[in-house]
C-alpha cells in the first residue's frame, strides 16, 4: 500500500507542474515591423514582460515589404493603421503621427526653404524604397482637405530609414519620415524642419493579426503589453 501511496504522490506532483506551466505562458511570438517602431515602442513596453516570463520568447522580422503574416508564419505586424487589410484584427500602440520634411541647417544656407511642396522638386531629397513596390513612392501631403503627391530626386536611396536622419544631419538633401524619427535632431538644432502645415496627423502605428486565429496566452500578454493604453 505503501509503494501505491507512493506512486500517487509522484503523480500528484506531475499534475501540479503541469498546472503550473499552464500559469507560466511560454513559447515564441513572431512580429514583422520596420526597426524604428522596435526601438521607440515594441522593446520598451515589452522589456517589463518579458523580465516577468523568461519562457515567452520574441522574434522580430525587421522588414519594410508587407509581408503576408498568415503565409510567412507570423503572430503579428505592425503598420500604419490604413495599410491593414481588412481581414486583421488591427489595435492601436500609439497615437496619431505626423510627417516631417526636415533638412540641415546647413543645406539650408546654400538652398532656399521650400515653400510649397512643389517646390521639392528643385532640391535634392533622400528617399526609401519599399521592397513591395519595387519602385520609389511620391511623398504623400494634405492641408485642408487637398491631397498632393511630389515625386523627389536626389543622390541617396535606402531601403531602410535607420540612415535617413544621419544622412540629413550631414546635409546630403531633405528628408521626409514619421516626426519621430528626427525628434533628437529637431530638439537639439541639427534638423529645421519645413512645410509643416502640409504635414496633418494621421493614424498611427498599429499592431494587426488574423481574425481567424486563436491567439495564444504567450501572444495576449503580448499583446496586452504592446496597447496604446498602456
Not at 41 to 47: A, E, Q
Not at 67 to 75: E, G, L, Q
Request: charged share 25%; with cysteine.
Amino acid at each position: 500500500m505503501d509503494a501505491i501511496g507512493h506512486h500517487f504522490d509522484d503523480i500528484d506532483a506531475e499534475l501540479d507542474a503541469l498546472n503550473e506551466l499552464r500559469d507560466k505562458p511560454a513559447g515564441t511570438v513572431r512580429i514583422t515591423c520596420g526597426d524604428n517602431i522596435v526601438k521607440t515602442t515594441l522593446l520598451p513596453r515589452l522589456i517589463p514582460l518579458l523580465t516577468a516570463y523568461p519562457d515567452i520568447k520574441v522574434e522580430f522580422d525587421i522588414n519594410y515589404g508587407f509581408r503576408d503574416i498568415v503565409a510567412d508564419r507570423f503572430d503579428a505586424g505592425v503598420r500604419f493603421n490604413a495599410t491593414v487589410a481588412q481581414d486583421m484584427i488591427a489595435v492601436p500602440i500609439g497615437g496619431d503621427l505626423r510627417m516631417a520634411v526636415v533638412a540641415a541647417p546647413g543645406y539650408f544656407a546654400r538652398h532656399p526653404l521650400p515653400r510649397h511642396p512643389n517646390d521639392l522638386a528643385a532640391h535634392r531629397c533622400i528617399d526609401i524604397r519599399f521592397p513591395t513596390y519595387g519602385g520609389v513612392d511620391a511623398w504623400e501631403f494634405e492641408r485642408k482637405g487637398k491631397k498632393l503627391k511630389v515625386r523627389v530626386e536626389g543622390q541617396l536611396l535606402f531601403n531602410t530609414t535607420t540612415p535617413i536622419a544621419d544622412a540629413a544631419v550631414g546635409g546630403l538633401g531633405i528628408a521626409y519620415l514619421p516626426e519621430d524619427e528626427f525628434s533628437p535632431h529637431l530638439e537639439e538644432g541639427r534638423l529645421v524642419r519645413v512645410l509643416e502645415d502640409w504635414c496633418e496627423p494621421f493614424s498611427g502605428y498599429h499592431l494587426y493579426y488574423p481574425s481567424r486565429r486563436q491567439p495564444s496566452p504567450a501572444f495576449a500578454l503580448v499583446l496586452e503589453a504592446l496597447r496604446a493604453s498602456r
